[in-house]
T-cell receptor, first 115, second 110 residues
Framework: DVKVTQSSRYLVKRTGEKVFLECVQDMDHENMFWYRQDPGLGLRLIYFSYDVKMKEKGDIPEGYSVSREKKERFSLILESASTNQTSMYLC??????????????FGPGTRLTVT | GQQVMQIPQYQHVQEGEDFTTYCNSSTTLSNIQWYKQRPGGHPVFLIQLVKSGEVKKQKRLTFQFGEAKKNSSLHITATQTTDVGTYFCAGQGGSYIPTFGRGTSLIVHP
């Protein structure tokens, strides 16, 4: 059974803080993704990684960076948190690149509030 | 870039009524996936369609991929309260990164 875990379910940070969101998957998946989910806007891709140390920008990378030093772990970094980064953050993983793309397995999400 | 539009944004139904959500892509897709997110949960993969005109069924759920591979639909027959949630489509075109629609939230009234 694929498991994607995220370091926190809920997080409250102050404006200007550096924030780390961690994601770990246990199925040896090549691809890992970070999304943010906001009401009415669906899932928006922040960053994508298809291999260790490889990353690609998604649709909304501004204000974020990522790190993938090990295959199973993908970190999302908010260099200086701002209130407009208050959101639900979802990590996902999948095998390979495709097409067709293999299905994505999502973690439980981290609800981040920046005050 | 590729855009995937999904309608409607919300749908209220009485239990037992049918439900349909539609996805339309601005470009031809190589495949489309459907996910369900229960309230308070995370998206869970339902199915993937690859072939032009493909139709797949999962019990009361019917998934279709258009002949031109630019649109798709999910139809639920005789909804139940357990069907409540948000249904997302995710289309993959020339890029290997899928694009999610904004989702359709299904509310079932008992």
């Amino acid at each position: 059974d694929v498991k994607v875990t995220q370091s926190s379910r809920y997080l409250v940070k102050r404006t200007g803080e550096k924030v780390f969101l961690e994601c770990v998957q246990d199925m040896d998946h090549e691809n890992m993704f970070w999304y943010r989910q906001d009401p009415g806007l669906g899932l928006r891709l922040i960053y994508f990684s298809y291999d260790v140390k490889m990353k690609e920008k998604g649709d909304i990378p501004e204000g974020y960076s990522v790190s993938r030093e090990k295959k199973e772990r993908f970190s999302l970094i908010l260099e200086s948190a701002s209130t407009n980064q208050t959101s639900m953050y979802l990590c996902a993983s999948s095998h390979d690149r495709g097409p067709p793309q293999y299905e994505q397995y999502f973690g439980p999400g981290t609800r981040l509030t920046v005050t | 870039g590729q855009q995937v539009m999904q309608i409607p944004q919300y749908q209220h139904v009485q239990e037992g009524e049918d439900f349909t959500t539609y996805c339309n892509s601005s470009t031809t897709l190589s495949n489309i996936q459907w996910y369900k997110q229960r309230p308070g949960g995370h998206p869970v993969f339902l199915i993937q369609l690859v072939k032009s005109g493909e139709v797949k069924k999962q019990k009361r759920l019917t998934f279709q991929f258009g002949e031109a591979k630019k649109n798709s639909s999910l139809h639920i027959t005789a909804t139940q309260t357990t069907d409540v949630g948000t249904y997302f489509c995710a289309g993959q075109g020339g890029s290997y990164i899928p694009t999610f629609g904004r989702g359709t939230s299904l509310i079932v009234h008992p």
